[in-house]
């Protein structure tokens, strides 16, 4: 059992940065790939980034490619979302998710790819 709790978002103008944090407990979290999906009202959950469990495979929407930055911290049990240069459209709530999935993290863009998710925070971008 792995429980996930996001913290780090806010409200931020257009250009500005944010860097979500995803606190997860238990045992497993060394031994999961993880996540971040993000939804907005009235749109469907759309994924964002994933990390390998070992974290050296990484994979990002394209929408967000070149601004936003997956990492983890296995000894903190703790993954991040460095997000930069923030649009408008990045406005959403964001969700954590842990997988026991291995492999590539290419392997990793769908939700039923994950086993745990947290209950998320959420993100505004003004203009």
């Known amino acids: 059992q792995v429980q996930l709790v996001e913290s780090g978002g806010g409200s931020v103008q257009a250009g500005g940065s944010l860097r979500l944090s995803c606190a997860a407990s238990?045992?497993?979290?060394?031994?999961?790939?993880m996540g971040w999906f993000r939804q907005a009202p009235g749109t469907d959950r759309e994924f964002v980034a994933a990390?390998?469990?070992?974290?050296?495979?990484?994979y990002y929407a394209d929408s967000v490619k070149g601004r936003f930055t997956i990492s983890r911290d296995n000894a903190k049990n703790t993954v991040y979302l460095q997000m930069n240069s923030l649009k408008p459209e990045d406005t959403a709530v964001y969700y954590c998710?842990?997988?026991?999935?291995?492999?590539?993290?290419?392997?990793?863009?769908?939700?039923?790819?994950?086993?745990?998710w947290g209950q998320g925070t959420q993100v505004t971008v003004s203009s």
């Open positions: 990390i390998s469990w070992i974290g050296n495979s990484r």
């Open positions: 998710a842990a997988s026991r999935l291995r492999g590539g993290a290419q392997y990793l863009q769908t939700g039923e790819s994950y086993d745990y």
């Open positions: 238990g045992r497993t979290f060394s031994s999961s790939s």
